[in-house]
């Protein structure tokens, strides 16, 4: 089992900037993708930006140039930095970390470990 547990969320002006960050603890192995998702009130959650074992990146067209993700894997953290923030990126962030070694999935039906989230809210 994987525990998550995501920090740096917060309340930012629009086009400012925040860095989430996520401790994975339970499991040793890098060999697994960890990913970034949000959910939005009123909407379903949605793939934000991935990073595999190798340090390969995909992003969602809304964060492309934006958003950065990074990983320490002596450290066992994903990071998360989003620059250029719009009030339309307000939602609850979720760390995530694949089941399955070896491989860059971004679908939110994947099976993933899941954190418990953190609030990000852009005003304009």
């Known amino acids: 089992q994987v525990q998550l547990v995501e920090t740096g969320g917060g309340l930012v002006q629009a086009g400012g900037s925040l860095r989430l960050s996520c401790a994975a603890s339970g499991r040793t192995s890098s060999s697994y993708a960890m990913a970034w998702f949000r959910r939005a009130p009123g909407k379903e959650r949605e793939f934000v930006a991935a990073?595999?074992?190798?340090?390969?990146?995909s992003y969602a067209d809304s964060g492309k140039g934006r958003f950065t993700i990074s990983r320490d894997n002596a450290q066992n953290t994903v990071s998360l930095q989003m620059n250029s923030l719009k009030p339309e990126d307000t939602a609850v962030y979720y760390c995530?970390?694949?089941?399955?070694?070896?491989?860059?999935?971004?679908?939110?039906?994947?099976?993933?470990?899941w954190g418990q989230g953190t609030q990000v809210t852009v005003s304009s």
């Open positions: 990073i595999s074992w190798r340090g390969m990146t």
């Open positions: 995530a970390a694949d089941s399955v070694p070896y491989r860059l999935p971004t679908a939110v039906d994947s099976p993933w470990y």
